[in-house]
Each structure stands twice: as structure tokens, then as C-alpha cells.
């Protein structure tokens, strides 16, 4: 439990590195452990649901340890991993479970997992489905949740998948099963999702090819350790780029932040809302880099659609705080995505700002944010809860930021999923401008 003041008048100021791309970060242990030779990973995110890929790991008996500031994995081999001891703790993290469902599904021996609740009640059908139809084996609950087994199995079949959801964790467990299997394995986007796991096969030496929404990858023989650089996560930064926006006489520069294409969706919604976002680009060999500069405005309601979804998924919720603020109503639609993530984020969303005067309408798909209205604490303090998910967690404590009166955060342990600093990196740019 933490009490948040109100930020200073003078604004939010100063200079913040958010930490490491929790996607790029996950996937760096992943090709790390399937690549021979030694991978190393400068700016990894140690926060908890990237420190259960890393335990998983070691479980599956790779060697990775901390050299300095950087991560050192030495690379097994898809063949060289040795029978975990426990059943595999996946904790609170989606990533971790779907793309190891691909990434695991052809080894000698079968593999008992589990999760925590939130992510007991996440649906892994949407994985499972396709990757059976390559000839992989999982036992899961009825309705397709945790907890399961990843079955012993020693063949995996390609095959051509018309993705039904936008969604980067299953284009990633079918690629991570389609490298193991033979044949070609062909995955159709209808919307492009983050292209993290593509990028990074290809510079482990891996072949692929993305044509249009079409991608193609066979199985490959051996993949080469490499140096990675993670990047600042841009969902980390959004909460920032926000608190900058709608908390007056603001000015936050956020360093070396990931701008990937596939994941600038918060920064381009935020410009059609009216805002002007600086971005300075940094010579980079892999991920693009920017610095973001962004300053306190004024901004307007608009209509955000299924298209504009995969490539701002997790943003929704601070865009959501954002829309309390703007001029006009901001209409949310085609997001039902929202409501399998580590909560439903359509109702935790509406259940915290309205707690502080937000005037949000429920839809089943989205929803319907009427702008313009000041958040304030009707009478002595408020409770606003993370529901144990990090993203409502730092969007809590970025509403306290403007609301009046005594907001106390609850269950703010979960930031630490994605951002176990962020409150510090929060109180750092309340400090008094000198
Ligand atoms: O592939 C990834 O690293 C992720 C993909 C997204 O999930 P979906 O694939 O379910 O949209 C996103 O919400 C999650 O935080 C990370
Ligand atoms: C949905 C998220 O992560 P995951 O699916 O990995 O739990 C997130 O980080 O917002």
C-alpha cells in the first residue's frame, strides 16, 4: 500500500531510461538457449515475468548467468535441453507459457506446467489448436488453461495457419514450432503484430521471409549465439509519455526507448489525439531507437478501431487515462483482446477511474471514454487497486499524478512484472524543478 500526492505544480521533469523491452528480453533468453555458442544480452529487463523464462531455463538445464551489466547464455542446441525436475512455473506471464508451448513442443520427455491464477484463467486453445495441427501434444484443463502438460514428442509437421486473432504470442509459438518441423510452416497476418521473433531468428542466422503478411520459415539446422541489445520498452515509456501530457507544465525525455514499427501505436494515436511528440532517432544496428521528448497538452477525443489495436495492445489502458483527459468522447472498439490479458482490462480499467470521477461507458469490445472530466477523490481518500495487474498498477499511480485529494495505490508489487522501478522513476520527476 502507497500514498501518491498530487505532482507539483511546476510539472514532471526530467530525464528517465526505462528498463529493457520485456518482449525482446524473453525472446533473447529463448534464442539464446536454442543457438550454440554464448549469446549476450546488454540492457535485459530483470523484472518477475522475465525471471521466470530465465528460471524455466535453467530448469531445462541452460547455463545463464550475470556478467556485469550484461546476460551470458550459453546456447544448448534445440536438442540439448535435459528434463526439468519440477512441474515448469510459468507465474503471471503469457509470453513465457505461449511461446514455450511452441519453443517446447518437440522434446524427449513430457514437461507438467502451471501458472498463477490470472494466468490459470488465460486461454491457451488459441496455441494449442494450431500446434497440434504440427503434430504437437499438450494435455490442458477443459475449457484449455493451465494447469497442463507439454507432451514428449519427437515430430512436428509444417503447415499453412490463417492467424483468427492479432496476436504476436501465437505467430511466435507456431515460428519458434515451425524451425523444428518439417516442411515449410507459413503464417498468415491479417494485421501486423509485433515482429520481434522474426527479427531475432534472422539474426541468430536463421532464414525467414515476410512478405506482406505472409511468413515463411522452414526448419533450420543451427543457429548461432549473438550479441543483443534491448532496447527501452516502449509499453514501459507510454505511462510516461502520458504523465507528461496530461500533468501541466511537464517536460519528460525518455531515453533510447524501442520505436519498432510494429510497436509505435501508443506514439501515433497520441499524435491523432493532437499531441506532439518528439522523437530523435539513434543510430542503431538492430531494433530502431529514439529519444521521445514529450511536453504538457491539450488533447482531443477520437475513435480508436480494431486496426489501430496490435500494435498499442498494452497501452490501451493508459491511452484510456489519456482519453479522461481529452477534449470530447474517445471511442475504443474491436478490443476484445483487452479482456484475456493478466485481467480484463475493459472492466479493471473502468473500475479504477471511475473510482475518481472518469466517466467511462462499458461496451463489449471496448469502450467509451467521455473526456474533459477532472479526477478528484469524492471524499477523504480512495483505494485505487492494481487487480494485480502491472499496466492498471502504473496507470493508478499516473492518475494520482492529476486527481485531487489522497489516492493510496494497492497491490503496486505487481509493476514489478514489467517495471519493478517505475514508482521510483515516477518520484524522480516529481522532484522540485531547480
Ligand atoms: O509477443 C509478445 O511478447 C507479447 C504479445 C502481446 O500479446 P498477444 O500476442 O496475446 O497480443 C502483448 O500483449 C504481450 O504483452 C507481449
Ligand atoms: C499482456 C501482457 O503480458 P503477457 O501476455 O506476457 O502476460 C502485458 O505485458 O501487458
Same mark, same amino acid.
Given at each position: 500500500?502507497?500514498?501518491?500526492?498530487?505532482?507539483?505544480?511546476? &510539472?514532471?521533469?526530467?530525464?528517465?531510461?526505462v528498463?529493457?523491452?520485456?518482449?525482446?528480453? =524473453?525472446?533473447? $533468453?529463448?534464442f539464446?538457449?536454442?543457438?550454440?555458442?554464448? @549469446?549476450?544480452?546488454? !540492457?535485459?529487463?530483470?523484472?518477475?515475468?522475465?525471471?521466470? @523464462?530465465?528460471?524455466?531455463?535453467?530448469?531445462?538445464?541452460?547455463?545463464?548467468?550475470?556478467? &556485469?551489466?550484461?546476460?551470458?547464455?550459453?546456447?544448448?542446441?534445440?536438442?540439448?535441453?535435459?528434463?526439468?525436475?519440477?512441474?515448469?512455473?510459468? &507465474?503471471?506471464?503469457?509470453?513465457?507459457?505461449? $511461446? $514455450?508451448?511452441?519453443?517446447?513442443?518437440?522434446?524427449?520427455?513430457?514437461?507438467p506446467?502451471?501458472g498463477?491464477?490470472s494466468?490459470? !484463467?488465460?486461454?491457451?486453445?488459441?496455441?494449442?489448436?494450431? *500446434?497440434?495441427?504440427?503434430?504437437?501434444?499438450?494435455?490442458?484443463?477443459?475449457?484449455?488453461?493451465?494447469?497442463?502438460?507439454?507432451?514428449?514428442?519427437?515430430?512436428?509437421?509444417?503447415?499453412?495457419?490463417?492467424?483468427?486473432?492479432?496476436?504476436?504470442?501465437?505467430?511466435?509459438?507456431?515460428?519458434l514450432?515451425? %524451425?523444428?518441423?518439417?516442411?515449410? @510452416?507459413?503464417?498468415?497476418?491479417k494485421?501486423?503484430?509485433?515482429? =520481434?521473433?522474426?527479427?531475432?531468428l534472422? #539474426?541468430? +542466422?536463421?532464414? %525467414?521471409?515476410?512478405?506482406?503478411?505472409?511468413?515463411?520459415?522452414?526448419?533450420?539446422?543451427?543457429?548461432? &549465439?549473438?550479441?543483443?541489445?534491448?532496447?527501452?520498452?516502449?509499453?514501459?515509456?507510454?505511462?510516461?509519455?502520458?504523465?507528461?501530457?496530461?500533468?501541466? !507544465?511537464?517536460?519528460?525525455?525518455?531515453?533510447?526507448?524501442?520505436?519498432?514499427p510494429?510497436?509505435?501505436?501508443?506514439?501515433?494515436?497520441?499524435?491523432?489525439? +493532437?499531441?506532439?511528440?518528439?522523437?530523435e532517432?539513434?543510430?542503431?544496428d538492430?531494433?530502431?531507437? /529514439?529519444?521521445?521528448?514529450?511536453?504538457?497538452?491539450? $488533447? =482531443?477525443?477520437?475513435?480508436?478501431?480494431?486496426?489501430?489495436?496490435?500494435?498499442a495492445?498494452?497501452?490501451?489502458?493508459?491511452? /484510456?487515462? /489519456?482519453?479522461?483527459?481529452?477534449?470530447?468522447?474517445?471511442?475504443?472498439?474491436g478490443?476484445?483482446?483487452?479482456?484475456?490479458?493478466?485481467?480484463?482490462?475493459?472492466?479493471?480499467?473502468?473500475?479504477?477511474?471511475?473510482?475518481?470521477?472518469?466517466?467511462?461507458?462499458?461496451? #463489449?469490445? +471496448?469502450?467509451i %471514454?467521455h473526456?474533459?472530466?477532472p479526477?478528484?477523490?469524492?471524499?477523504?481518500?480512495? *483505494?485505487?487497486?492494481?487487480?494485480?495487474?502491472?499496466?492498471?498498477?502504473?496507470? !493508478?499511480?499516473?492518475?494520482?499524478?492529476? @486527481?485531487?485529494?489522497?489516492?493510496?495505490?494497492?497491490?503496486?508489487? /505487481?509493476?514489478?512484472?514489467?517495471?519493478?522501478?517505475?514508482?521510483?522513476?515516477?518520484?524522480?520527476?516529481?522532484?522540485?524543478? %531547480?
Amino acid at each position: 500500500m502507497i500514498k501518491l500526492t498530487k505532482a507539483p505544480k511546476s &510539472g514532471l521533469h526530467g530525464e528517465i531510461t526505462v528498463p529493457g523491452d520485456k518482449s525482446i528480453s =524473453h525472446r533473447a $533468453l529463448m534464442f539464446g538457449a536454442i543457438a550454440t555458442g554464448d @549469446t549476450i544480452v546488454d !540492457n535485459f529487463l530483470m523484472s518477475d515475468d522475465v525471471m521466470r @523464462t530465465m528460471t524455466l531455463f535453467r530448469e531445462l538445464g541452460v547455463n545463464i548467468s550475470q556478467v &556485469g551489466p550484461q546476460i551470458k547464455v550459453i546456447g544448448k542446441g534445440l536438442a540439448g535441453f535435459t528434463k526439468p525436475k519440477h512441474a515448469l512455473n510459468m &507465474g503471471n506471464s503469457g509470453t513465457s507459457t505461449r $511461446l $514455450l508451448m511452441g519453443l517446447l513442443s518437440k522434446q524427449p520427455f513430457d514437461m507438467p506446467f502451471f501458472g498463477d491464477e490470472s494466468l490459470s !484463467n488465460r486461454p491457451l486453445g488459441r496455441v494449442a489448436k494450431p *500446434l497440434s495441427l504440427m503434430n504437437a501434444k499438450f494435455d490442458l484443463t477443459a475449457d484449455e488453461f493451465l494447469p497442463g502438460t507439454i507432451k514428449e514428442n519427437n515430430r512436428l509437421q509444417g503447415m499453412t495457419y490463417e492467424m483468427p486473432v492479432a496476436s504476436a504470442q501465437v505467430k511466435s509459438a507456431i515460428l519458434l514450432a515451425g %524451425i523444428q518441423a518439417e516442411g515449410e @510452416t507459413v503464417v498468415i497476418e491479417k494485421m501486423p503484430s509485433r515482429d =520481434h521473433t522474426e527479427r531475432m531468428l534472422r #539474426q541468430f +542466422g536463421g532464414t %525467414i521471409v515476410t512478405d506482406n503478411g505472409v511468413i515463411t520459415v522452414q526448419q533450420q539446422r543451427q543457429l548461432h &549465439g549473438q550479441h543483443v541489445l534491448v532496447p527501452s520498452d516502449i509499453s514501459s515509456a507510454a505511462f510516461f509519455m502520458v504523465a507528461g501530457l496530461i500533468t501541466p !507544465n511537464s517536460e519528460i525525455t525518455l531515453k533510447k526507448v524501442g520505436v519498432n514499427p510494429t510497436r509505435v501505436g501508443v506514439i501515433k494515436l497520441l499524435e491523432r489525439m +493532437g499531441a506532439n511528440i518528439m522523437q530523435e532517432p539513434i543510430p542503431s544496428d538492430g531494433e530502431a531507437l /529514439a529519444d521521445i521528448i514529450v511536453k504538457s497538452q491539450s $488533447l =482531443h477525443g477520437i475513435n480508436i478501431t480494431a486496426d489501430d489495436i496490435p500494435s498499442a495492445v498494452d497501452e490501451l489502458p493508459i491511452l /484510456a487515462l /489519456a482519453a479522461t483527459q481529452a477534449q470530447g468522447d474517445t471511442v475504443i472498439s474491436g478490443a476484445a483482446e483487452l479482456r484475456v490479458k493478466e485481467t480484463d482490462r475493459i472492466a479493471t480499467v473502468i473500475s479504477e477511474l471511475t473510482k475518481i470521477g472518469a466517466d467511462i461507458e462499458e461496451k #463489449q469490445d +471496448g469502450m467509451i %471514454i467521455h473526456g474533459g472530466t477532472p479526477l478528484h477523490v469524492p471524499q477523504g481518500s480512495i *483505494l485505487l487497486d492494481s487487480h494485480g495487474d502491472h499496466r492498471i498498477g502504473m496507470m !493508478n499511480a499516473v492518475a494520482a499524478l492529476i @486527481t485531487e485529494g489522497d489516492v493510496i495505490l494497492t497491490g503496486e508489487d /505487481a509493476m514489478g512484472v514489467s517495471y519493478p522501478g517505475f514508482l521510483a522513476d515516477l518520484v524522480l520527476l516529481m522532484r522540485e524543478k %531547480i
